[in-house]
């Protein structure tokens, strides 16, 4: 079946690292997308990982993808109160279907 | 450039109306995605276009719901004779359409049903 699982809440102070966490069902699952959502704001596409790449850094962001355990994970480096929001992790399953399958979000809380 | 669009933002009707949310979406993108978010939970997959091809209606809940696309451009979700658990945040994405380009989001609209 396809599934999505991720931690419901991290809080960080500012400056430190955040590591937001992800598991996932379908090992045949190609792109794995981390979206953010800030209040009243739509989905904001942070960064995806093609299932062939086992690492993929982009400025303060880096994804880990472990594919043999299905796990994910986001860290955001140096985080800032900015990055408060919720952030979701989505998997496209096998088939091409198109549609995104998401977890339930994990609310990254930063106190100054 | 414009990102999608979404209309109307927010939207309050009484049970048992007919209601239609518009989705207008990054220009050039061949396909489109609709989402359900409930509260507290991330969102859920209802139907997507190619074109105007609607290509997977697996995620529609019920027969009360539909969506179109026409001109393979501006899409229609349409919920009719509306229930209080039709209430949540409606969500519409685009993207390139070659498989697994990335989908863009709209900011939604919140639907609420007295």
């Known amino acids: 079946g396809e599934d999505v699982e991720q931690s419901l809440f991290l809080s960080v102070r500012e400056g430190d690292s955040s590591v937001i966490n992800c598991t996932y069902t379908d090992s045949s699952s190609t792109y794995l997308y981390w979206y953010k959502q800030e209040p009243g704001a739509g989905l904001q596409l942070l960064t995806y990982i093609f299932s062939n790449m086992d690492m993929k850094q982009d400025q303060r962001l880096t994804v880990l993808l472990n594919k043999k355990d299905k796990h994910l994970s986001l860290r955001i480096a140096d985080t800032q109160t900015g990055d408060s929001a919720i952030y979701f992790c989505a998997e496209t399953p096998s088939g091409n279907t198109g549609k995104l399958i998401f977890g339930q979000g994990t609310t990254l809380q930063v106190k100054p | 450039g414009a990102g999608v669009s979404q209309s109307p933002r927010y939207k309050v009707t009484k049970r048992g109306q007919d209601v239609a949310l518009r989705c207008d979406p990054i220009s050039g993108h061949v396909s489109l995605y609709w989402y359900r978010q409930a509260l507290g939970q991330g969102p859920e997959f209802l139907t997507y276009?190619?074109?105007?091809?609607?290509?997977?209606k697996s995620g529609l809940p019920n027969d009360r719901f539909s969506a179109e696309r026409p001109e393979g451009s501006i899409s229609t979700l349409t919920i009719q004779r509306t229930e209080q658990r039709d209430s949540a945040m409606y969500r519409c994405?685009?993207?390139?359409?070659?498989?697994?380009?990335?989908?863009?989001f709209g900011d939604g609209t919140r639907l609420s049903i007295l």
């Open positions: 276009f190619n074109y105007e091809a609607q290509q997977d």
């Open positions: 994405a685009s993207s390139l359409g070659q498989s697994n380009q990335p989908q863009h």
